[in-house]
């Protein structure tokens, strides 16, 4: 099937390019800084139930009590970091499934090969699995953090990670096709990720704008990757789940008109 | 058989028409050459048979399908011109892909990277980066993938340009080696390779097509053309004249010369025999006139 061809490529296009490891250890020495000087440390707060003001500093917007709702204090503290950075991480790292391969002319070896569909949900799915193999590492290595520091915790932490792999796995998605959708549109990695970060923040405005003017509209609450965030923080365990349609409707609609625009693209 | 057949295709970019109610049938066998002045079409016509580009109108198939139809997924295959491989990968890692694509699996592809690489000699070469080879090489490496899985039809787009004279006789002799199996496309602007490769030619102008038909028209029969490298020019065309039959004789580039003979008359002979009595030698004589006289003489 050259769907999954494309996909396991993309595994290939990570592993097996310079250009591929620079991101996995510039992610993993980022990753690892966070993981030693922030929530290690900001752990230990919440364990003695001082974290408020600190955590108020960093994420003013979330409810702190939130993070009572987690048994495992490391993992309540992955949770919130990994829903904020995570995504930034997929903005940067799935820039490139169609940009640069469109511009070189390396698709047009391609599309006599494979459809546009193959290729761009090849791409797709293989930047996605990309992404949740980077949730499970993050994840075992705040595991790792748990073992040395607290294995008593190693328990709790392991019984609540389900719940958190679910909801990120959740989260990415629309991200992941976000920048699939932007990757068809630019000539470049980084010119997709500019489009992202822009396109984010003009929709943020612009919806804030017709919120503020025309009063509350709940639907366009659905509008903008994330934009469940602060209320995902405040539901405990699987209720989370309540809000997996926002990123799975998100994502579908991201899809279809990155799907359109892979059709009509010039090569 | 088909290989190409269009009906009214055409391409605009804005205001200008890159290709305007393109009609054309082409059958499968020798290689047809695709000829032009720049902006006449020719990369615009190869990329809509490739489906690169949407057409504004009309409609094409190829091999009896669809353009951008799944169906012709390793029956098509094109060497673009100024398409690259990714630089981050190996040569063979790339063909890999593209067959695999093709549905061939494990050893089979990689037996037929092998094949391909060999068929351009560059067999030792599939571990290296695009990057570490040289233009000509890399230009080779894309007319290999294009050989992968034997396609029916080959559509190359400049596949000479730019490149040194042991690299085009590589691809003009691996093309003439193919083409026993495969019909090739070929957009180039040099006109003696695509005569001493091509059966057939397409002319585009302005979008439009000119002329199609046989490289050797039947017009032509009232012509000779012949290379001579070190005569005396208004001698040899004194003497020319003279011979019976010749009606007139025309100095072209590169010490051509077009004699144009009566008809019923065979002057190659006599225009022999007198170029030994006169102790001249001649690089090559062709019955007819060269492809460039015939379309901008």
């Known amino acids: ?267 | 058989m088909n290989i190409i057949n269009t009906l009214g295709l055409s391409k605009n970019y804005g205001n200008v028409k890159a290709l305007d109610s393109f009609d054309i049938t082409l059958d499968a066998g020798e290689p047809i050459a695709l000829i032009g002045p720049n902006g006449a079409g020719k990369t615009t016509l190869l990329s809509l048979l490739c489906g690169y580009i949407r057409p504004s109108a009309g409609s094409a198939q190829v091999l009896g399908h669809n353009i951008g139809s799944k169906a012709l997924s390793g029956k098509l295959a094109a060497l673009p011109q100024d398409a690259h491989l990714d630089p981050r990968f190996s040569v063979q890692k790339q063909l890999s892909l593209f067959a695999s694509l093709q549905g061939m699996r494990g050893a089979d592809a990689k037996q037929e990277v092998q094949r391909v690489l060999d068929a351009v000699q560059l067999a030792g070469d599939g571990v290296k980066k695009p990057g570490e080879l040289s233009h000509g090489m890399r230009k080779r490496v894309s007319l290999a993938q294009a050989l992968i899985g034997k396609p029916e039809l080959i559509l190359l787009d400049e596949p000479t340009a730019g490149i040194d004279p042991p690299n085009v006789k590589i691809i003009r002799d691996l093309v003439r080696n193919e083409s026993k199996s495969t019909t090739f496309v070929i957009s180039s602007h040099n006109l003696d390779e695509l005569e001493r490769l091509c059966g057939s030619v397409v002319y585009l102008n302005e979008g439009k097509l000119v002329e199609s038909g046989p490289i050797q028209a039947t017009s032509d029969d009232g012509y000779l053309t012949i290379r001579l490298p070190s005569v005396p020019e208004d001698q040899f065309i004194r003497e020319c004249r003279k011979l019976s039959g010749v009606l007139d004789v025309q100095r072209q580039a590169q010490g051509d010369y077009l004699v144009h003979q009566s008809e019923g008359h065979a002057v190659d002979q006599a225009l022999l025999s007198m170029l030994a009595k006169n102790g001249w030698r001649y690089r090559h004589l062709i019955k007819g006139r060269s492809l460039e006289e015939r379309l901008y003489g």
């Open chain 1, 1 to 267: 099937m050259p769907v999954f061809s494309i996909a396991k490529n993309e595994w290939a296009r990570l592993f097996m390019s310079k250009h591929g490891w620079l991101a996995i250890i510039t992610f993993g020495l980022v990753w690892g800084i966070f993981l030693f000087y922030v929530i290690r440390p900001a752990a230990r707060y919440i364990s003695s139930a001082d974290v408020g003001i600190i955590f108020e500093l960093l994420l003013p917007r979330i409810d702190t009590g939130t993070l009572g709702l987690w048994q495992s204090k490391e993992i309540g503290l992955y949770w919130v970091f990994a829903l904020y950075l995570l995504p930034f991480f997929t903005m940067v790292s799935a820039a490139d499934q169609i940009a640069s391969d469109k511009t070189r002319g390396t698709l047009r070896f391609l599309v006599l090969r494979a459809s546009r569909t193959q290729i761009f949900f090849g791409r797709f799915i293989g930047q996605y699995f990309v992404q949740l193999l980077v949730i499970l590492v993050t994840l075992l290595s705040v595991f790792a953090l748990i073992a040395l520091n607290s294995p008593d915790a190693l328990g709790n932490a392991i019984d609540e990670a389900p719940v958190v792999v679910a909801n990120l796995a959740l989260v990415l998605l629309p991200y992941v096709a976000m920048m699939a959708l932007f990757s068809v549109l630019a000539k470049t990695a980084k010119q997709a990720t500019l489009f992202a970060i822009v396109g984010w923040i003009v929709l943020w405005f612009t919806l804030g704008y017709v919120q503020n003017t025309f009063g509350p509209f709940s639907i366009l609450d659905w509008v903008l990757p994330g934009s469940q965030f602060v209320s995902l923080l405040r539901l405990p365990g699987w209720e989370t789940l309540s809000l997996a349609p926002i990123p799975l409707l998100q994502t579908v609609v991201l899809l279809f008109f990155g799907w359109l625009a892979m059709q009509r693209c010039e090569l």
